[in-house]
DNA sequence: GGCTCATGCCAACTATTATTGGCATGAGCA
DNA sequence: TGCTCATGCCAATAATAGTTGGCATGAGCC
């Protein structure tokens, strides 16, 4: 995972830039977990897990399969995904020799000074 | 930069999650720069880059210090702070171990299922 | 004095993100 | 059938973050 570019590096840093989704990769890294029950272990509700738990999936962070129970429920079980990614001032300006410029864009000031 | 608490951890990714900062990040790396100056090179008001460059600062990523040009005047000169954070899932789950309750909280869910 | 350039800061607005509650669906089980 | 448990999703609100323009200050320079 060391050469992401600059919007995905952005994304991933924004993803683990959350005390709820550092604390449900921590609980994902400890073992894997099916929404609901991840849900109760920390303490929150289900929409707002699910919520996060879709940014972290987006930004590869962690997996999602279904899987039925022993008595045949569809459980949803989420499991961290393993990466390794140095930050270093020269890693960030390589990458942002790579970002598109939204959130930036206009190359004329618009006047000040 | 091993050793940070969660909160410092969220800090900096948070800082760092943005087009703009790392943009600013990358421009310093390439050489120190004062304000106006920079908002000229980057192409941004000084107003926004001022704001980000506080952030920038507040999370350790760059300093600032006063310098008297020739003709005497008064410039903020901005330098970038070398760092190096290696980010993996355990780190991840160290750091959380060490997070403020903030943003999270509720020990008691609302009543979700 | 009047012009330029640098800094700092604020009030106001817009855009995003975060969070809650509720509702609908599908599948075992008594 | 009625109850439980899991999933998914949406509409509405709350809370933050991002941006802009303007205004005030201080210091050289013509």
Redesign the interface.
């Known amino acids: 995972m060391g050469e992401l570019s600059?919007d995905r590096?952005?994304e991933v840093?924004?993803t683990?830039?959350?005390?709820?989704r550092?604390?449900v990769?921590?609980a994902l890294?400890?073992g894997r977990a099916y929404v609901?029950q991840l849900?109760?272990d920390l303490?929150?509700?289900?929409?707002l897990l699910q919520v996060h738990l879709k940014k972290l999936e987006k930004a590869g962070l962690v997996t999602a399969h279904l899987e039925l129970s022993e008595d045949g429920k569809a459980l949803k079980y989420y499991e961290?995904t393993?990466?390794?990614?140095?930050?270093?001032?020269?890693v960030?300006?390589v990458?942002?020799t790579t970002?598109s410029?939204?959130?930036?864009g206009?190359?004329?000031?618009?006047g000040?000074?």
Chains 1, 2 share one sequence.
């Open positions: 600059g590096l952005i840093l924004a683990l830039a959350s005390p709820h550092l604390r990769l921590a890294t400890g609901s849900a109760r303490g929150i509700s289900r929409a961290a393993p990466f390794s990614l140095h930050l270093t001032p020269d960030v300006a990458a942002v970002l410029n939204a959130g930036d206009d190359a004329v000031p618009k000040n000074n």
